[in-house]
């Protein structure tokens, strides 16, 4: 067996993905099909994200701090292989479902870069803070419950907003109702061609000044160096089959299929902030609050169907718990609660800025951004660009203050 490698989590490990299909089974069979391929789809996404260490924020963190861009680089392929594959679902009609056009406001603008400030400060986007979460990561945890009630608070600022007058302008602009589809596909595949451009070109510049610092696997997750004969029955095979990283393109062509999937199981983009209000709301009324207003009319009767049974809820659990099952089969899960105070702070900001932002904006780096490039919606973009600039921000104000913001290696 490898060093230090814990067979006895990885037995629970194989427990609990067994447990998961006996109960998504049981959910098949008293007729709650929907939730059912929901919860395992999410399973599946969160074991994806955690095994190649695929991360929304870090395509703008990573690059930043390092000058590394193989993050940002599979993004955009991943960008691209979805937004040809949804944009044929939009021509051909293959599948029934409203495309997600988010409009372009002043909510979206300052929503975005609220939740770029947000994610750097917590360490992880919104589908990175539930993966985190499932491995054991304590500010995870802590930046997944000021999300939860940031995502309450920004439902009274968003209501606030589009009060005013300039809060209320604007509209969705959907790209094929000015270039067709075909066209409006073709624009968006040399917008993330340019993004990639960009960014290994300020990857090669990096390189040039010694200030380029090359990201390498833990060595528990690193390929085993065995010229050896193959053998089934060993650690050696085992490692290769569960523990070795895949890739962040690996990562990147399997969450393309996995949305595509999702898009044509359920007729609905994947998404996953919008819960995180019914969440809010569900315990918040549980110490006595109450929310009458319309802002939140749909997280109030989310609340009195059940939070969990909602399709992005069961999905949301199942992120976590693919995160865990990767862990666990590793035999690497470890619990990390050793905070400092500032930390616990900054997850907290952090978590309560990505909750706000995500309101404003209708979504987060999934939801606002992913849906929306992939649905030919200007409004993707305009998250893209204004989540990357609060996320610049936050890299360059708190640099150093705080363990989720590194100093920048600089020129030697």
């Known amino acids: 067996m490898g060093k230090n490698f814990n067979k006895g989590q990885a037995t629970v490990g194989f427990i609990l993905i067994l447990a998961i299909a006996a109960f998504s089974l049981l959910y098949w069979k008293v007729n709650i099909k929907f939730d059912s391929v929901h919860l395992v789809t999410g399973v599946i996404i969160g074991y994806v994200l955690s095994r190649s260490r695929f991360g929304f924020a870090g395509g703008v963190k990573r690059v930043y701090v390092t000058g590394e861009a193989s993050l940002t680089t599979a993004l955009m392929l991943m960008f691209g292989i979805t937004t040809v594959a949804v944009g044929a679902i939009h021509y051909t009609g293959l599948v029934q479902f409203t495309p997600f056009i988010n409009p372009v406001t002043l909510g979206l603008f300052l929503g975005g870069f609220l939740f770029g400030m947000g994610m750097i400060l917590a360490g992880g986007c919104a589908s990175g803070t539930l993966t985190d979460s499932g491995e054991g990561e304590g500010g995870a945890w802590i930046g997944l419950i000021f999300f939860i009630l940031g995502s309450v608070l920004g439902v009274y600022v968003k209501d606030a907003i589009t009060a005013t007058s300039i809060g209320k302008a604007g509209t969705g602009i959907y790209l094929p109702d000015y270039l067709g589809i075909p066209g409006a596909i073709l624009v968006s595949l040399l917008g993330l061609f340019a993004i990639y451009w960009l960014a290994k070109s300020y990857e090669n510049k990096r390189k040039a000044n010694d200030a380029y610092e090359k990201t390498q696997f833990a060595d528990f997750e690193a390929p085993i160096q065995d010229d050896g004969p193959f053998q089934l029955f060993s650690f050696k095979t085992y490692h290769k089959l569960f523990v070795e990283r895949w890739t962040f393109i690996t990562g990147g062509i399997l969450l393309a299929f996995l949305y595509v999937f999702i898009v044509v199981t359920s007729g ?104 929306g490039i992939v649905n030919l919606s200007l409004g993707g973009w305009v998250f893209l660009l204004t989540m990357t600039l609060g996320g610049l921000f936050s890299l360059k104000v708190f640099a150093g203050k705080t363990s989720t913001v590194p100093i920048v290696r600089c020129k030697k």
């Open 268 to 371: 609905t983009q994947w998404g996953v902030t919008g819960v995180f209000t019914s969440w809010g709301v569900g315990f918040l009324q549980l110490l006595g609050m109450e929310f009458p207003g319309a802002g939140f009319a749909g997280a109030v009767s989310d609340v009195n169907n059940g939070l969990v049974l909602s399709s992005v809820g069961m999905r949301n659990v199942g992120l976590i718990l693919g995160a865990l099952a990767y862990f666990l089969t590793a035999g690497r899960f470890k619990l990390n609660f050793k905070l400092k105070p500032v930390d616990i702070l900054f997850y907290a900001i952090g978590g309560t800025l990505m909750g706000v932002g995500a309101r404003l904006a209708n979504g987060c780096n999934v939801g606002a951004l992913f849906s």
